[in-house]
C-alpha cells in the first residue's frame, strides 16, 4: 500500500551535518519491501560509548535482547538496523539470524561482538532471512560516508509517510559538539521507558554512564510522552552514541554542570523527534498536544495525560472537529490516577470550557471551533489536586488508521 | 443519526416473563431524543433487597453517587433510569437534579427517598431538564404493567441498534424462581468492576448482602469481562433486585449451599447480557471471544486478555478479517502480567498457528481464513506460565466506530 505522506509532516527538514566518529550508509537487500532501501548501516570510531532505552514488552524480539546484552559493556562500533522484519516470535532461528548479523559486522569490522549493537522492525513472527541481512553488511559497509542521514532515516521507515531527523549544536566546556538524530515510527506507537526505533549520534566525550543517563532523562520527556494507539511495540529501541571525537575533555559524571546545555539540546532534539512520531500517526490529520497539570505527581500527571491521549472515544472526536470534553473527563476518570471531579478545569485552543467541575456557561464557542478544524490541536487539563505535570502528544483516529491496519499484511 | 441493527445482533429475543413484585414502565419524557422513550421506571415491592456494582471512575456522576450512598442500606422500592443525559461533571446543578427526582420518586411511591435508585446515561455535562425528569416519575408510575421488558430495554439505549435482555430461571429449596435482566451500552465500553447501564431482577427472597455477593461474583464473570474501546464510563451500573415474592424461605448467608443452581443461572444471564453488549459494540462487525490460559492468576489472564481485546492493532486486523497474531504477541507483551515468550501458543478459530514461541511452519491456512471471514471469532492464547485463565469479549475496531464517535454530539 502507497502511503500519501501525513498532512502534519513538517514543511521542511533540516540537512543533518557529519558528526567526527560516525559514518553511515543505507542499502537496499530486499528483505520485504521492493525498490527501497530496508538496511541502514552505521561505523562508530573505536571511542564510543552507549546508552540505550529498550522496550518494555514482556514479548521483546531478539535484536532488543542483544541490545540489552550488549549494553552492558557501554561500547559501540556497529549499528545495523533492518525495516520489514522485525525478527520478532522467531523463537531460536530469530536468534540465530542476529548472532549471524553480530558475527558478520564484528567481522567486518574488526570489533568484538558486544560492540555491534542491532534493531529490525516489521512484521512480527516471520523468521527474516538470514542471508539477506549478513549478505547487507559487507554491501552497505562499502558504501559509508559522512552525510547520508535522510537516506538512513528513510532505510528505516514502516508504514511512517515521511523520514524523521532533528540535529542541534550544544556547548561543552566552550566546545561545539553536535547532535543528529533518526527515528521511525507510526503505528504499535506507546513507548513504555523508550520508543520505536530512534538513534541519536553525537561527537561528544561522553563515558558510558553519562550518556545512559542523559538519555534516560530526555526519552522520560519525549519518546516516553507520545502515543499513537496504545499499542506498546516489541521492538521500541533508542540508542545514543557519543563518538568522543570533540575536543573537550571526558566527562565522566551524569552530575557534572558542564552537561547542562548539552541535556537541554538533547531533550529539545529527542522531544523533536518524538512528536515527528505522533505527526506521522497512522491515519492522523491532526497532531494533539495534552498538557496536564494539577496532578498528585509528574508520574500521575503522564498516566491521565496518557488515559485522555489513547481513548479512542476523545481521538474519534477530535478527527471529527468536536470539542467533546466530556470524554476528557471520562478518560480522567478512568485512568486510576487521583483527580478532583469538582475541581476539574479543561480548555481547548486556551479557551476554558469547563471550570470546577462544570461547563462553563456561555463561553465563546467560535474560537473553539475554529480551533478544532485547524491541524494542531491544544488541550489543558487541571486535575485540582497537586503540582504534578506533564505534557504528551498524540494524533487524532481516523479511517486512515483503519484502512492501513485493516490490511498491513496483505 | 439512525443506525442500522448491528449485524451481530442475536436472530430473535426472549419474551420475558412477569416477576412478582416488579411492575415496570417506559415513558417518553423528551430529555434528548425525539419520538422515542428515554425513561424507564420499576415499582418494586416493599420486601426487596438490593446490591449493585458501580463504576470505579473517579469522575463517577451524581446517579452513580447517589446508588453508592442509597446500597448501604440495601432496600429498594423504585428505580428510575433515564437516557439521552449522564447527569455526569454537572456539578451543584447536576446533584440537584438527582434530589428533585428521588423526592418525586419517594412521594409518588410513598416510601423513603433512600430506596429510590437513579441511572442517567448519556451525554456528559449538560445538567438535564429537572422538570422533565421530575414530571416523568407519576407519568412513568401511571402507565406501570408487568411485563414491558422489551419496552423497558428499548427506553434506556442511547447508540445501542437493539435492545438488550435475557431471563433465565432456577430451583431454589425446589421452588423456581424468575431472573430478568435488561442492559444497554455499545460505546464507552471497559467496565470496571461494574458495566454500563444493567438491572437484574428477581422474585427470590434473599438478604441484601446475598444479592450484593452474588452480583459482585456475577459481574467479575460477564461485564468486568467485555470491552468495546476500553474507555470506562462514569455512569456504569449494575443493581440487582430480589423481590422476595417467591414461597421459599429466605437466603441470608451468601455461602448458602440452596444458593447454588442460582448463582450458576444468574452468571449465565449476566454473561448473556454481556455478550449482547460486545455484539453491539459501536459499528462491530465481528464478535470475539477470547481465551487466556497459562496466566500466573485469573487475574493476570484476565488483564493480559483485555490487553489483546483492547488494542486497537488487533481489532483493525480482525476487522480486516487478517489472523495477524503478531499483534496478539505485542499486546501479551505489553499487558505488564508475566507471559514466556517462548512457551506462548495462540490459535485462531480452533487452529494452533503459533505454539512455544514460534509461527507453526507449514500450518493449515484455509480454515483460518475462513474462520476470520465470519462473524464469530475465537482466539485462544496460552501464556505458558501458570493455571490462569479468563475469557473475555470483544468486537473488532470498523469504520462504523469512527463514524459514529466523530458525529456523536452533532
Redesign the interface.
Known amino acids: 500500500m502507497a502511503l500519501a505522506v501525513s498532512p502534519l509532516a513538517p514543511t521542511s527538514f533540516p540537512t543533518l551535518p557529519a558528526i567526527k566518529g560516525v559514518r553511515i550508509a543505507s542499502h537496499a537487500a530486499g528483505i520485504r519491501y521492493k525498490e527501497r532501501t530496508d538496511v541502514f548501516l552505521a561505523e562508530l570510531a573505536p571511542s564510543t560509548t552507549v546508552g540505550g532505552v529498550l522496550?518494555q514488552?514482556?514479548?521483546?524480539g531478539a535484536p532488543v535482547e542483544i541490545c540489552r546484552t550488549h549494553l552492558k559493556k557501554g561500547r559501540a562500533r556497529v549499528l545495523v538496523v533492518n525495516s520489514g522484519n522485525?525478527n520478532?516470535?522467531?523463537?531460536?532461528?530469530g536468534a540465530a539470524v542476529v548472532e549471524a548479523t553480530v558475527n558478520a559486522a564484528a567481522q567486518a569490522f574488526s570489533c568484538a561482538p558486544d560492540e555491534v549493537f542491532i534493531s529490525s522492525t516489521g512484521?512480527?513472527?516471520?523468521p527474516p532471512p538470514m542471508d539477506k541481512l549478513v549478505d547487507a553488511v559487507p554491501a552497505a559497509q562499502a558504501k559509508l560516508s559522512d552525510d547520508a542521514w535522510a537516506d538512513a532515516a528513510a532505510a528505516i521507515m514502516t508504514t511512517d509517510t515521511f523520514p524523521k531527523v532533528a540535529t542541534r549544536t550544544a556547548k561543552i566546556d566552550g566546545v561545539t559538539v553536535t547532535l543528529n538524530g533518526i527515528c521511525k515510527g507510526s503505528?504499535?506507537i506507546?513507548p513504555?521507558m523508550a520508543t520505536m526505533l530512534a538513534y541519536i549520534f553525537t561527537d561528544a566525550v561522553l563515558s558510558a554512564p553519562v550518556v545512559q543517563a542523559l538519555l534516560s532523562a530526555a526519552a522520560n520527556k519525549s519518546f516516553n510522552c507520545v502515543t499513537v494507539?496504545?499499542?506498546?511495540?516489541?521492538s521500541d529501541t533508542t540508542l545514543m552514541f557519543a563518538t568522543g571525537q570533540a575536543a573537550h575533555r571526558l566527562i565522566a559524571a551524569p552530575t557534572d554542570p558542564r552537561l547542562r546545555d548539552f541535556a537541554e539540546k538533547l531533550d529539545d532534539l529527542a522531544i523533536d523527534l518524538a512528536k515527528q512520531l505522533a505527526r506521522d500517526g497512522e491515519g492522523a490529520t491532526k497532531f494533539v498536544e495534552i498538557r496536564l497539570k494539577g496532578a498528585a505527581d509528574n508520574k500521575a500527571a503522564r498516566r491521565i495525560a496518557m488515559s485522555i491521549a489513547?481513548?479512542?472515544?476523545v481521538k474519534?472526536?477530535i478527527?471529527?472537529e468536536?470539542a467533546?470534553?466530556?470524554?476528557i473527563?471520562?478518560?480522567?476518570?478512568?485512568?486510576?490516577?487521583?483527580?478532583s471531579?469538582?475541581k476539574?478545569s479543561i480548555a481547548v485552543g486556551g479557551v476554558v470550557i469547563?471550570k470546577?467541575?462544570?461547563?462553563v456557561e456561555g463561553y465563546d464557542e467560535t474560537p473553539v471551533v475554529t480551533h478544532m478544524k485547524g491541524r494542531e490541536i491544544l488541550i489543558d487539563v487541571d486535575v485540582g489536586i497537586g503540582i504534578g505535570v506533564a505534557t504528551v502528544w498524540t494524533c487524532d483516529?481516523?479511517?486512515g488508521?483503519?484502512d492501513i491496519?485493516?490490511?498491513?499484511?496483505?
Open positions: 522496550t514488552s514482556l514479548t521483546a522485525s520478532t516470535f522467531t523463537g531460536r532461528k512484521v512480527i513472527g516471520e503505528g504499535m506507546a513504555d494507539d496504545g499499542d506498546t511495540s516489541t489513547n481513548s479512542p472515544l474519534t472526536a478527527a471529527g468536536d467533546n470534553w466530556g470524554r473527563v471520562m478518560a480522567v476518570g478512568k485512568a486510576g490516577e487521583r483527580a471531579r469538582d476539574l469547563a470546577n467541575g462544570e461547563p483516529l481516523t479511517h488508521y483503519i491496519n485493516g490490511s498491513y499484511r496483505t
